[in-house]
């Protein structure tokens, strides 16, 4: 059983980090635990408490070694099928549209998909011997995965039971171990987990010698842009659901915890209409 609250960085696994208050944003708080904001006033007849807006709170953490940022709160399986169920479809929309106006206007945008699949893939050609049989591992419908023309079946393996696109099949986990992958994409999911590494050892065991895995999670602006790493923790007064915020050491951190050895690691300004920076990494199981 892993920790509510992490008790150590979950990239380097140090115990030496600093904490600072912040909230868990009240629809991330909602669809995971059922918690809403409440107003307290004075009908409440507590004597010790200020009135005022009450939020789920939470810490920022910062490692003192790998300055991996991150939320405290680890959410469990449960908690993470309630927050990914059916992803970005009505309910989920909905309810993030009441919590956060403008959501709806995004959320098209978002829906356009990826417009530099281009870039990952010539970022990945050179370390492909083929990418005929493809997993994407958190792949959502798979309308994201390069090279899903070329390539033979696509596997999709995701927790929000979304309908897949195209030639994707979405299997179970069990499922991934049954066959030899050329190429595993898993983008923009491990900022999501509470456990990275126990993603990475997942995805190890669908890996042999010949498969290449490829990995992108943002480089979100707050840690790119901030010149004093040591604040980082202060300076993050919200979560929402990305709970890792990476940077370059920590991310080599993991990689290398996880026994994978990175390849190449990119740093990318994405094109089109949500338009980030994002860490790309190519890399293969470790002595293969
Ligand atoms: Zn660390």
């Given at each position: 059983?892993?920790?509510?609250?992490?008790?150590?960085?979950?990239?380097?696994?140090?115990?030496?980090?600093?904490?600072?208050?912040?909230?868990?944003?009240?629809?991330?708080?909602?669809?995971?635990?059922?918690?809403?904001?409440?107003?307290?006033?004075?009908?409440?007849?507590?004597?010790?408490?200020?009135?005022?807006?009450?939020?789920?709170?939470?810490?920022?953490?910062?490692?003192?070694?790998?300055?991996?940022?991150?939320?405290?709160?680890?959410?469990?399986?449960?908690?993470?099928?309630?927050?990914?169920?059916?992803?970005?479809?009505?309910?989920?929309?909905?309810?993030?549209?009441?919590?956060?106006?403008?959501?709806?206007?995004?959320?098209?945008?978002?829906?356009?998909?990826?417009?530099?699949?281009?870039?990952?893939?010539?970022?990945?050609?050179?370390?492909?011997?083929?990418?005929?049989?493809?997993?994407?591992?958190?792949?959502?419908?798979?309308?994201?995965?390069?090279?899903?023309?070329?390539?033979?079946?696509?596997?999709?393996?995701?927790?929000?039971?979304?309908?897949?696109?195209?030639?994707?099949?979405?299997?179970?986990?069990?499922?991934?171990?049954?066959?030899?992958?050329?190429?595993i994409?898993c983008?923009?999911?491990?900022?999501?987990?509470?456990?990275?590494?126990?993603?990475?050892?997942?995805i190890?065991?669908?890996m042999?010698?010949?498969t290449v895995l490829y990995i992108?999670?943002?480089?979100?602006?707050?840690?790119?842009?901030?010149?004093?790493?040591?604040?980082?923790?202060?300076?993050?007064?919200?979560?929402?659901?990305?709970?890792?915020?990476?940077?370059?050491?920590?991310?080599?951190?993991?990689?290398?915890?996880?026994?994978l050895?990175?390849?190449?690691?990119?740093?990318?300004?994405?094109?089109?209409?949500?338009?980030?920076?994002?860490?790309?990494?190519v890399c293969k199981?470790?002595?293969?």
């Amino acid at each position: 059983m892993k920790s509510r609250i992490a008790d150590s960085c979950v990239c380097c696994d140090s115990k030496d980090f600093k904490k600072s208050p912040a909230i868990l944003m009240p629809f991330v708080a909602q669809r995971a635990f059922d918690w809403k904001p409440v107003e307290i006033n004075k009908s409440w007849g507590l004597k010790t408490i200020k009135n005022g807006m009450a939020y789920s709170i939470c810490n920022s953490v910062l490692c003192s070694n790998c300055f991996h940022l991150f939320l405290d709160i680890r959410f469990s399986d449960d908690e993470m099928g309630r927050l990914y169920d059916h992803y970005r479809e009505t309910a989920y929309i909905n309810l993030r549209e009441k919590y956060e106006p403008g959501y709806k206007t995004r959320n098209k945008k978002l829906n356009l998909g990826y417009q530099y699949l281009n870039e990952i893939e010539n970022f990945l050609r050179p370390f492909l011997r083929k990418s005929s049989a493809i997993l994407d591992w958190g792949g959502d419908s798979g309308k994201n995965t390069p090279f899903q023309s070329a390539c033979d079946f696509l596997h999709i393996y995701d927790i929000s039971q979304r309908p897949v696109v195209g030639k994707a099949v979405r299997i179970e986990k069990n499922q991934t171990q049954n066959t030899k992958y050329d190429l595993i994409v898993c983008s923009h999911v491990l900022e999501h987990a509470p456990y990275p590494g126990d993603i990475l050892s997942d995805i190890r065991s669908a890996m042999n010698k010949n498969t290449v895995l490829y990995i992108e999670f943002p480089y979100e602006n707050l840690v790119r842009t901030t010149k004093n790493k040591n604040n980082l923790h202060r300076l993050k007064r919200h979560w929402h659901e990305h709970v890792n915020f990476f940077n370059e050491r920590s991310a080599e951190e993991l990689l290398s915890n996880s026994d994978l050895e990175i390849l190449k690691l990119k740093k990318l300004l994405t094109s089109g209409e949500s338009s980030e920076y994002v860490f790309q990494i190519v890399c293969k199981l470790k002595n293969s």
